[in-house]
């Protein structure tokens, strides 16, 4: 059964570095989307990406984040300038339709 | 907005316990309703789902029943497992712009600690 995958599993950064966190979604899904879960809370949504842009965005994804989707197959999340608060467990997730989604392993930032 | 309010643990059953994990939303509509559940040190996976009012989901033994009336899809399972240890988070799916993608919200999550 198709999975998605993110890499790294575990990324270390100091505050006010850059960071790249990957994501491979399935390959005929066409949403995709970010969500970050900080240890012992709840999962939030931060990013929704359709046809190229993004739909739906929350008030966590601020002006330090992006999304792209670079070569048809990854789709990655940017944090421009990490901060101590970013440190959470980074879940990307895809679908065939709205709502639902498959999601991938997980990248846990550690901002230092 | 539309959310969901789910029954905070940490819960700890015996193995072959009954399990009830509640989950009540609130919601415009008739959304779907997901249960997801996270293994220690993995990420989500779905567990089942029910796509209208009075639909059962199941999967690996977990039930949840799809209750317009009392706007819930409470988590079932008649006799759980050490390894069915896990956080169970209960989801709806739910868009800020009504024409956007439709991306979840999800409970606070319920740790299930079995124990033999």
């Known amino acids: 059964e198709p999975e998605v995958t993110q890499t790294p599993s575990h990324q270390v950064t100091q505050m006010g570095q850059e960071v790249i966190l990957r994501c491979v979604p399935i390959s005929n899904h066409l949403y995709f989307y970010w969500y970050r879960q900080i240890l012992g809370q709840k999962v939030e949504f931060l990013v929704s990406?359709?046809?190229?842009?993004?739909?739906?965005k929350s008030e966590i994804f601020d002006d330090q984040f992006s999304v792209e989707r670079p070569d048809g197959s990854n789709f990655t999340l940017k944090i421009r300038s990490t901060k101590l608060e970013d440190s959470a467990m980074y879940f990307c997730?895809?679908?065939?339709?709205?709502?639902?989604?498959?999601f991938g392993p997980g990248t846990r930032l550690t901002v230092t | 907005g539309d959310s969901v309010t789910q029954m905070e643990g940490p819960v700890t059953l015996s193995e072959e316990a009954f399990l009830t994990i509640n989950c009540t939303y609130t919601?415009?509509?008739?959304?779907?309703l997901f249960w997801y559940v996270q293994y220690p040190g993995e990420g989500l996976q779905l567990l089942l789902k029910a796509t209208k009012a009075d639909d059962k989901g199941s999967n690996k033994g977990f039930e949840a029943t799809y209750r317009k009336e009392t706007t819930s899809f409470h988590l079932e399972k008649g006799s759980v497992q050490v390894s069915d240890s896990a956080v169970y988070f209960c989801?709806?799916?739910?868009?800020?712009?009504?024409?956007?993608?439709?991306?979840?919200?999800f409970g606070k999550g319920t740790k299930l600690s079995v124990i033999p």
């Open positions: 919601a415009t509509g008739y959304p779907s």
């Open positions: 989801a709806l799916p739910y868009t800020y712009s009504g024409a956007g993608s439709y991306q979840l919200t």
């Open positions: 990406f359709y046809n190229n842009e993004i739909s739906e």
């Open positions: 997730a895809s679908s065939e339709d709205r709502g639902r989604g498959n």
